[in-house]
């Protein structure tokens, strides 16, 4: 008996004790962690485990902080205007934030000490709409060691830097929406239970409409994130779903042009159709 049929003979000798179908052994593959998905794509691990927390100023004067996205996986990227590879991955990060945005999934750019009239005229003209945080006095990199751009780090729910990699990348090829896709599905199975809950069932309204002004429809159940589209006030949204807790309560709308996302409740009226 060769070396090879004893290996084989012992293998089933031991399948066989256990109670171990013989036939169900040649299935059994390992299960890729979260550590080997980003080795897939080309992210290594960081030397940093907590991600820093910062809280900067967006291209329209409002506070983005990282602490404000706990619960997501976040893709931070730090880049400038006058970057050549930075200017071309962004393309596929709009793609990437597109295909995941509002599903457990953000996108920050951080610009490098640029002012906010040039960042807007350049998302404007290429057409991007991921939020853009301006590193004005580069304090965030250098909490990053960001020492050349475009560098990237990928950050999970509980704020931990979990992926990093330097230089431009498409962000939007099949194995790299593939993986992300794993990562948020178990993203959102690692979740802590939050305080927003769904409610009772109950009729959801025919349409919501802004109380006032125009109607922000955002990416998440956050009044500070991603904005998915601005609606005059006498548009109407479609309901989809409701959720409740911590005093206050979250639609799930569709738009007129078939954007999903989330308004606000005290931010709407209902409309009901007449008995």
């Not at 052994?25 to 998905?37: I, S």
């Not at 940093?48 to 990282?66: E, H, N, Q, Y």
């Not at 799930?252 to 159709?273: C, K, L, N, P």
Request: charged share 20%.
């Amino acid at each position: 008996m060769n070396r090879r049929h004893r290996q084989l003979r012992w293998v089933l000798l031991v399948a066989a004790t256990l109670g171990v179908p013989v036939g169900s052994m040649a299935q059994v593959k390992p299960t890729n962690g979260p550590a080997d998905l980003l080795k897939s794509i080309g992210l290594t691990k960081p030397a940093m485990s907590k991600a820093p927390d910062f809280s900067l100023r967006d291209i329209g004067g409002g506070t983005v902080s990282l602490a404000s996205y706990r619960g997501s996986l976040v893709l931070l990227n730090f880049w400038a205007t006058w970057c050549g590879p930075c200017r071309d991955e962004m393309p596929s990060m709009e793609n990437l934030s597109r295909n995941f945005g509002g599903q457990g999934f953000s996108l920050l750019a951080i610009n490098q000490k640029e002012s906010a009239a040039q960042v807007t005229s350049f998302m404007r003209t290429h057409g991007l709409n991921f939020p853009t945080p301006l590193d004005s006095d580069g304090r965030v990199s250098a909490a990053y060691r960001v020492y050349g751009i475009p560098m990237t780090y990928l950050i999970d729910g509980s704020g931990n830097a979990i992926g990093m990699t330097s230089g431009a990348r498409d962000w939007a090829t099949r194995d790299v929406v593939e993986v992300f896709r794993k990562l948020i599905g178990e993203n959102d199975s690692a979740r802590p239970v939050g305080s927003m809950a769904l409610e009772p069932s109950r009729p959801l309204p025919s349409a919501l409409r802004a109380k006032g002004g125009a109607l922000i429809v955002r990416s998440r159940q956050d009044p500070f994130s991603e904005a998915v589209a601005k609606l005059p006030a006498q548009d109407e949204v479609v309901p989809l779903g409701k959720v409740s807790g911590a005093g206050e309560s979250w639609y799930m709308v569709r738009t007129q042009s078939d954007a999903i996302g989330w308004v606000r409740g005290t931010e709407v009226d209902e409309v009901r159709q007449s008995q």
